[in-house]
């Protein structure tokens, strides 16, 4: 197999890093830009329009996280393949990781249409508008989970073959067409109904099957990256089975985030339309540097995944190095950035004071985790790449329960109420930030001194 990607075990660290790290940021700012787009027109329709796509936006994140699973078996199982120079087994890495997503996400489509109205029936939202709408959303959405769902596994597929400009302008595709169609359909301009939140759900619709297209056309049939030979597949449970092994620790732990989440939403609900939609369009905004942190630790996965097919360990710890010093920087603007603008971050969205009040609120609490949490998103990138996905998902677990029964306490033994909820996110986000880079110090560590003494 030749393929057109980048050898990621020579030339200078930074800028491959750079490289692959910025059209990656960009591809998740696309995908995260659907919701947001969402959300900065259904804002002009009321709170609990918001209320409702937030709500339903919960299940979409936990489909996000199962499928997890072939991503990061694609991306770490291409990489290191490809690092080891073993290229037919990158092949069938790619057969596999897209044989199953298709069968993950279609099986997750039929769960969420057929029980849209009792998923939302979880969050015990008083109001009824906010729960039909957002089973309405979810039920449309849901129709397009395989092409969603699908699409983050042929970016990984392209990411751990060192070529992440790609999916970026792909992805981009999918968001201009989103952010036509999400006013003429929200609000029916030209010859269009008007559908509100139904809008946006097929807006987005719309735009994910684009993507998807563009993904079979270029990958399956142009085969700008790889000659796949598609027809070559055959069933292999080895590779399946490592697939699973790979990305089922990071599934885990993010379908786990994604539930603990709504669990914490549960909580918000008890606080009105309003707090839950405040929530939402805080998580969009924070994801400014979720979604950024998260493109340099894909980057630095595929960065470690080649140099661990290579057995070059010290190249690894440069690549970390470079990327948490990165994150540092990043951390620390978005930081001043939510004390000093938080309020007018969320005048976007709402036009209402209290819910900007409420709003900054949100991120001042939040800001104080930025670091942390960009520190903790770069070394799971660094774990993944070096095959050990376990870590991550332990340190991510542990800690995001804590955040239920910490919330639970502070509510029933001090007067923070929401806040104190809030402050729960942040706190052990901040726990996670710091035990996590040690952990990898140590595995760094202790195959530096191997690889030393095996040169003696």
Known sequence: MKHRGTDLTQGPILSHLFRLALPTIGASFMQMTYNLTDMLWLGRVGEEAVAAVGAAGFYVWFGLSLLLVTRVGAEVGVSQSLGSRQNDTALRFVRHALFWSLVISAVYSLLSFFGADLLMNFFGIASERVNQDGAAYLRIVSLGFVFTFTNPTFAGIYNGMGNSRLPFWYMTLGVALNLVLDPILIFGWWFFPELGVVGAAWATFFAQMLVFLVFVYRFLGVQEMVRLRLSAFRFDAAISARIFKLGTPVAAESALFAFFAMVIARLVADFGAVAIAVQSVGGQIEAISWMT???????????????????????????????????????????????????????????????QKLGAMYLYILAVSQVFMIYEITTRGAFNGIGQTVPPSVTGIVFTALRIPLSWALLAYSTWGLLGIWGSISFTSLLKGAVLPLWFWLVLRKNLRAAAHSKI
């Not at 948490?324 to 938080?342: D, E, K, N, R």
């Open 293 to 355: 942190s998260t493109g340099f630790a894909t980057a630095l996965g595929s960065f470690t995944g080649q140099n661990y097919g290579a057995a070059n360990w010290e190249r690894i710890r440069k690549g970390y190095l470079y990327t948490l010093a990165i994150g540092s920087v990043l951390g620390l603007l978005v930081t001043l950035a939510f004390f000093l603008w938080g309020r007018s971050f969320f005048s976007f969205f709402f036009s209402d004071p209290e819910s």
